[in-house]
């Protein structure tokens, strides 16, 4: 089955510290980073280790880190319908502090995609059957692709974030919405987690981090456990979730066995630094 994830390709500037600062304050980190991140990026490269036949379309600037970046791409064979546009590649600030993060994103080259390269790469590549989405590419151009695909009879997964109020028709467009819990208040303008997934039964996933994830199945609310792990870098986690999942449904699992695949790919990206570290521990696990 070929799958296609279209999303945002970011370096990521990493760095540990204790505590955040307060305003004003001026602390010591304990550690910095340069990564290859950016949600699509992340899903699509994650998506890759597990499945074959997976395409990637996004954007770089002409910068010094659009250029490693690509380079980074071609080792994975994942560069083919990567654009270049006149402007900065992409940059992600990724703050992490006792086991937490929180992240700052400037869009550069992935605000740049337009309609017109959403039909030329759904014309190159007509025979995608799963579109993996977020929304930190530019969000008009998301809704057309999402509308796109839809009349293509593609089955969209979209991973709503960052968090944006979306029109009731995407939500109805997409085969499965996952948010995590603080995108889902956002997007649904409530805190009862339940009564979303029971409204969208079967559509709605909601990740909750240590908590594990909330779906629907078997005519109720459930909770699939998330795995206890030593924690090292919780920034990949949900898109590594997405990868994982994703792949099940490409095998024709059930919700509850996709979603325990998303959590068991999840759990071993968390034990990285950074969204793509454990590429290669997933990658050798599938022989």
Do not use: W
Not at 44 to 50: G, H, N, Y
Not at 98 to 103: E, K, L
Not at 178 to 192: G, L
Not at 235 to 263: L, R, W
């Amino acid at each position: 089955m070929k799958i296609a994830v279209v999303g945002s390709i970011n370096t990521d500037l990493v760095y540990t510290i204790d505590k955040a600062p307060l305003k004003g304050e001026t602390l010591f980190g304990n550690d910095f980073r340069i990564l290859n991140g950016g949600k699509g990026a992340n899903q699509a490269v994650i998506l890759s280790a597990l499945e074959e036949n997976v395409l990637f379309f996004g954007a770089l600037g002409k910068d010094v880190f659009g250029k490693q970046y690509l380079n980074h791409l071609i080792s994975l064979e994942l560069n083919g319908n990567v654009l270049t546009k006149e402007s900065n590649s992409g940059l992600a600030v990724i703050q992490l502090t006792n086991n937490d993060n929180s992240i700052v994103v400037i869009k550069g080259a992935n605000d740049l995609i337009t309609k017109y390269d959403i039909d030329k790469f759904f014309k190159e590549n007509p025979a995608i059957e799963i579109l993996v989405a977020q929304l930190e590419i530019n969000f008009d151009t998301s809704k057309y692709m999402i509308e796109k695909a839809k009349k293509m009879g593609i089955k969209i997964i979209l991973n709503p974030a960052p968090a944006l109020d979306l029109d009731e028709s995407i939500i109805e467009s997409v085969e499965f919405l996952i948010p995590n819990e603080t995108e889902a208040e956002v997007i649904f303008k409530t805190n009862d987690l339940e009564s979303i997934v029971n409204k969208y039964k079967g559509k709605v996933i909601i990740t909750q981090g240590e908590k594990g994830v909330m779906y629907y199945n078997d005519n109720m609310v459930k909770i699939e456990p998330s795995e206890k792990i030593s924690v090292v870098d919780t920034t990949g986690a949900g898109d590594s979730f997405v990868a994982g999942f994703t792949s099940g449904i490409a095998n024709n699992m059930s919700i509850q066995d996709a979603i325990k695949k998303g959590i068991k790919t999840a759990s071993i990206t968390c034990k990285y630094l950074g969204a793509q570290t454990a590429y290669s521990v997933l990658k050798e696990m599938k022989k």
